[in-house]
Structure formats: C-alpha cells, structure tokens
C-alpha cells in the first residue's frame, strides 16, 4: 500500500521515525511529507533513509511531476502524525501552503490524523471546531492520549504511541472511510486482559491473555465516539488506550468490585478479559516451600475455589434493575425509559473431541445471556499474545459474523460493527 505519512513540526515527530520502521516492516511504500519547521526536529535524510524514499517540504521540488498531484492523487492512506494545532487549522481550512497541506487536499483515500499539542492547545475553541470541521468532512481524527507532555506538566495532547498510530491507522485503511461516530455519547465499560490469582508473596495463577484484543476494542470504541472505561488486568506492558480512562486490577475477584461499580452506568459492557475461573483457596502471606518439612505449607497440592463470573453478573443486575424499573415506586407496571444495557461477552475456546470451538461458544451464549458472544479459536499459538485474531461474533437472534484472520484492531471494528447491526435489527 502507498502510504503518505505527513510530519509536522512538534517534539513528538521523533516517534514518527518509528511509524515509517513499523510501516516498513509490513512492506508498505512510504512517503513521508515533513514541514517545514519539522525539520528543526529530525533531518530530511533521516526520513529518507527510514522510507527509502525521496523527501521534500515544497511545491517547487520535483515540479516536471507535479509532486503536490502526484503524491496525494496515488496515496492509498493519508497520515498525519503528530499533528500541531497549525496544521490541524490549515487542514480545516483548505489551505495549500506547502507540500504536505497541497497532497492532503489532492487526497481521495483514507485520511487519520493525529494531534500532538499542550492540552490548553487542544482543549481550545478554535482547534476542537477545526477537529469538528475534519471530522464532518470524513477525516478520521484521532483523541490524543493523556500523560506526560513537553515540560512537566501533563494532561490529554499527548502524541499516541507509533503502534497505536499504526494501528488505527491501517484500520481506517481497511475501512476504506473514516471510523463512523456511531458511539458518539456512548459510555462504553470494557474489561480486558488475564487476572493473577496469588498464592503467596512470589507466585500466581494466571493465563497467556496479553489484553491487547480488549484494548483495541477501546481504542476503537474511542475512535468511534465513546466515552470508554477499561478495567484492565494484565496488561503492563501495554500502552493506555487513546481515548480511555483505564482502572489497574489483580485478580477476579478485583475485576468483580470495579465491574459491579460502573456497569449500572454503561450503555455498552464488552467483557473480553480472560478471567480466571478459578483461585487458590488461601493466599499464603509467606512464600510457599517445594515441600512441608520445614513447618511451611507445600506446593504439591493446591486446592482451589471458583471465581465470581462478571458476565454473567453483569446480565443478572441488569435483569434485576430492569424488574425494579417496570415495578415502578408505586409497583405499577410503568415501562421502562431508558435503553437497556447492550452486553456483549468473549469466549475463548479449543475446541474438545465432542465440539467444536464455535459449538462451545452457541452454549455459553444460551448459558450467559448477554446479547452478543464474540467467540476466539486458541488453540496453542493462536491468539494469546499475537497482533492478529480471528472469530465468529454470535447474537441472542440467532444470527452469526465471521470474521476472518485479521488484526486484533479489525476485529475490534467488526465486533462494534455487529454491535450496531445488532442494534439496528431490535430496534
């Protein structure tokens, strides 16, 4: 795919050397379009050697091939990363100035764009009505994230992490068109990785789960107009979701506490974390020995207790708020105002000799009662810990989504594609 990566002039375009490597290793053809001013933060050469690419910041360079035509008119994905408040302004405006602006409105393909600014710039009137402007306009623009930002102070303006931008960038490729805003006003609850179950001090019992499918779903619920809560397990290594107020848990029973808290709030709960079904009985305040002869439990025998299942838990509270608000204060059969909670639950899945993964995840669906079920094929190597995914989504009518191999991020778009067809026919 020809890629046309435009770079603006802020401190974070040293991340966007790494966006034109990751880019590169999936063989795609990029052509970055430095400003001006970026250049006082990395080198023209450094870009051409990264894309392989010949690099220029005017209209008048290469003119026998009409460069400000040519690149934009044969670009198959327009990135902006990172993008100033200036830039994002002469974009909204229609302003041709130089290389990069004059390509962008050449543009006809997909086009993601993603601010970098101190949060006084992003949060201004002026830059969230040209956000607006591009949005409406079918320009995907991407929230920055929240953290640390030039100096010490932080706050959300933060450029995303080259992943994140590669990511959502090349979902919005797939697409063929921007993310649509369909989630705009949502308040979106998403549970994501493994738990850690202790037995003592050093040791626990856990799962492959890395959270990365739980995150891209956030991510793109994000990107799609949400206001997102991931209540995160495992997943350290991981950078926040864009768009996304992340709550760090442990174990099952942690993940149990934060869900109850906030899915009454939710108009979507995704529950996509690998929770463990079960913990060890006690928890040791000591490191356990290989073996009891030093008046210290031993580890040959474990005994273990079932977990609290949040999916189901999260359909029983909506089916008991749903009983209370048709009973009404004065027990009369008053129908209910509001939009029920649209729950969606994952499943992970083998497959056995008696069925098969697709099988299993029909009788969880039955057995769960939520609306959707998005059941993942992991088998070993498959999924845990892997950028790519595969699936079925199944639904409470009947009806059942393939979705084939893909990115962990394409699947996330799917899953919330087939949340809003989901909608759609009930409706």
Aim: hydrophobic content about 40%; proline content about 5%; glycine content about 8%.
């Amino acid at each position: 795919m020809k890629i046309v990566l435009g770079v603006s002039g802020g401190i974070a375009a040293f991340k966007s050397c790494h966006v034109v490597r990751l880019l590169k290793e999936q063989d795609h053809d990029v052509h970055v379009i430095p400003t001006a001013t970026s250049l006082q933060f990395i080198g023209r050469a450094t870009w051409e050697a990264l894309s392989g690419n010949s690099v220029s910041t005017s209209v008048f360079d290469g003119v026998p091939e009409v460069r400000h035509v040519s690149i934009g008119h044969t670009a198959e994905l327009f990135i902006v990363a990172p993008a100033t408040a200036d830039v994002i302004a002469r974009l909204a405006h229609g302003r041709a100035d130089d290389l990069l602006t004059a390509s962008a409105l050449m543009a006809r393909c997909p086009v993601a764009v993603f601010p970098a600014m101190h949060t006084e710039m992003w949060t201004h009137p002026a830059t969230q009505a040209n956000v607006a402007t591009l949005r409406q306009r079918g320009v995907t623009v991407v929230d920055p994230a929240h953290g640390r930002l030039t100096g010490p102070d932080s706050g959300p303006g933060r450029f995303a992490e080259p992943e994140q931008v590669v990511n959502l960038a090349l979902s919005v490729a797939r697409r063929q068109t921007q993310f649509p805003r369909d989630l705009e006003g949502r308040r979106v609850l998403i549970t994501a990785g493994g738990t850690h179950e202790n037995l003592d001090p050093v040791r626990f019992v856990g799962n492959r789960s890395s959270g990365k499918q739980g995150f891209a779903l956030a991510e793109v619920a994000a990107a799609r107009g949400a206001e997102v809560t991931v209540i995160a397990g495992a997943t350290h290594e991981l950078p926040t979701p864009l768009g996304s107020e992340v709550v760090r848990v442990e174990s099952a029973r942690d993940m149990y506490r934060e869900v109850e808290k906030r899915d009454e709030d939710a108009d979507i709960v995704v529950c996509a974390a690998a929770v463990a079904d079960y913990r060890p009985a006690e928890e040791k305040g000591w490191k356990m020995k290989k073996s009891a002869d030093r008046e210290s439990t031993s580890l040959t025998t474990l005994s273990m207790v079932e977990n609290p299942d949040i999916l189901k838990s999260v359909v029983a509270r909506r089916q008991e708020r749903a009983t209370q608000d048709h009973a009404g204060p004065d027990k009369s059969s008053t129908p209910n105002s509001t939009t029920p909670t649209i729950i969606v639950g994952f499943a992970a899945e083998t497959g056995d000799p008696h069925h098969t993964p697709l099988e299993h995840a029909q009788l969880k669906l039955k057995d769960k009662g939520c609306e959707l079920l998005v059941c993942n094929d992991v088998g070993q190597g498959k999924v845990f810990g892997r950028n790519t995914n595969r699936g079925w989504v199944l639904s409470r009518d009947g009806e059942v989504t393939d979705i084939p191999s893909t990115s962990k991020f394409g699947l996330a778009d799917s899953v919330w594609d087939a949340v809003a067809n989901y909608e759609d026919r009930v409706r």
